[in-house]
C-alpha cells in the first residue's frame, strides 16, 4: 500500500465525518444535526442502495454464482445473529446477549461503501452483485 492509498483513504467523506463528530464531542460542542434530516438522508441511503443493488445485480447477471452468493448472504444475514445469542446467552444476560448479537448481525453501509471506494482505488475488480446481496441482507439487520 502506498501513501498516496493511506492518504486517499484518511481523506475519505466517512473518515473526515468520523474525526469531525470526534472533535466536536472532545469538545463538547452542541453541534446538532436538524431532526428531519437524519430521517431524510437514511431513507435516500436505503432507497439509492436498493436502487443500485438492482442495477449491478441485472449488470452482472442473475448465474447460479450470483444466486449462490445471495442466497448464502441472506442466510447468514439471519443464522449470524441467532447463533451469536446463543453462545452469548451462555455469559450473558439475555439484553446484553440480545444487543451484542443484533450488532454481529448487522450491516454497515459505510463500511461496505468505503470497501468498494477502496477496492475501486486499487483497481481490483469485485462482483457488482455485492451491492444486492447488502441490500439483501439489509432487511434482517435492523
Do not use: W
Not at 435516500?44 to 443500485?52: C, E, H, N, V
Not at 443484533?102 to 475488480?125: D, E, K, M, P
Amino acid at each position: 500500500m502506498t501513501e498516496s492509498h493511506i492518504l486517499q483513504n484518511f481523506l475519505s467523506p466517512p473518515v473526515l465525518f468520523f474525526f469531525l463528530g470526534l472533535i466536536a464531542a472532545l469538545a463538547r460542542s452542541d453541534l446538532e444535526i436538524p431532526q428531519p434530516l437524519p430521517k431524510f438522508l437514511s431513507l435516500y441511503l436505503l432507497m439509492a442502495i436498493g436502487f443500485k443493488g438492482g442495477v449491478e445485480l441485472n449488470h452482472s447477471g442473475l448465474s447460479s454464482g450470483v444466486v449462490l452468493a445471495l442466497g448464502t448472504a441472506m442466510i447468514m444475514a439471519v443464522v449470524v445473529p441467532i447463533y451469536s445469542y446463543f453462545v452469548l446467552r451462555l455469559r450473558l444476560n439475555v439484553y446484553d446477549a440480545s444487543a451484542i448479537a443484533a450488532t454481529y448481525g448487522s450491516i454497515s453501509a459505510v463500511t461496505f461503501i468505503t470497501a468498494i471506494s477502496y477496492l475501486n482505488n486499487l483497481n481490483i475488480a469485485y462482483g457488482g452483485h455485492m451491492v444486492a446481496a447488502m441490500a439483501l441482507m439489509s432487511p434482517f439487520s435492523s
